[in-house]
């Protein structure tokens, strides 16, 4: 169960959180190079990926039903008060990417940004579900510690952030490429004669 955890974790922090610009750093290359081969490959890869990370999503949420301790948040979480942001989470997080399974779906660059807004929603409506249902049922008055944050501090964590988003799937949508256009041309070397 933790390395499926750690394999998600991995999978969410390169891949998931900046599919967006990952995408688009794959329509950068395609528009300037105008090689459809490796756009094609790297296209592809990326929604093997997704859909790879769907199922072993949904294969980490089975698993907790298994195991009694973690049955109680499961259930809690999907049925208790907060049951619409859990739905919204696991429908934008783990079913609708899914639907790549659909070639047509699957080849549309649209589809791939469109999932890619899906995809982090679904994932800061889970951060929302793990915060609001795990402070929902404590009642102890030690948790309610009021913070200040400043207007200043809050654009540069956002912004931040969004820098870091952009440099990271840029940098992975890149490498992407890379990896396709070297296989590609390890396949296509013409062989030397001595």
């Not at 991995?10 to 688009?24: C, D, P």
């Not at 990326?46 to 999503?57: E, T």
């Not at 791939?112 to 929902?136: A, D, P, Q, W, Y």
Request: hydrophobic share 55%; net charge positive.
């Amino acid at each position: 169960m933790n390395t499926l955890q750690v394999i998600l974790n991995i999978v969410n922090n390169i891949f998931i959180k900046e599919l967006f610009y990952i995408v688009i750093a794959l329509v950068l290359y395609k528009s300037i190079f105008k090689r459809d081969d490796i756009y094609t490959k790297s296209i592809n890869f990326l929604r093997w990926i997704i859909v790879c990370y769907s199922v072993m999503g949904l294969l980490s949420y089975l698993l907790l039903l298994i195991f009694p301790n973690e049955e109680y948040a499961l259930i809690n979480r999907a049925t208790g008060p907060y049951w619409w942001s859990y739905l919204l989470m696991s429908n934008g997080h783990l079913l609708i990417p899914l639907l790549l399974l659909n070639k047509r779906l699957g080849r549309s660059v649209y589809f791939l940004l469109f999932l890619g807004i899906i995809m982090n929603m679904g994932r800061l409506f889970e951060r929302f579900v793990i915060l609001t249902t795990s402070l929902h049922r404590d009642y102890l008055p030690q948790g309610w510690e009021i913070t200040e944050n400043s207007l200043i501090g809050m654009f540069l964590i956002i912004a931040g952030n969004f820098i870091f988003s952009l440099f990271t799937g840029l940098l992975v949508g890149a490498f992407i490429v890379l990896v396709f256009h070297v296989m590609h041309l390890y396949k296509n070397r013409k062989p030397t004669v001595i």
